[in-house]
């Protein structure tokens, strides 16, 4: 399994928040269920090693269920 390093998330992080302000209408696809129409309701961050974001009506998800 290869690691990745904390630079590497914490860039991704920054170039999601650079093209999807608080707001933005994206695509939740979530690796089980449907893929659902909502909007990002904050920045997106680091949880430990996992990128996330928070999303209407659906909580903090990891920026791999995001699709613009």
Known sequence: MRRTSLTRLQLQVELFNVDNPPGTPVLHRPL???ATRTVTASRAS???RTP???LMGAGRVPLSDVVR
Do not use: A, Y
């Open 32 to 34: 089980t269920g449907m």
């Open 46 to 48: 680091l949880n430990g």
């Open 52 to 54: 996330v974001v928070h």
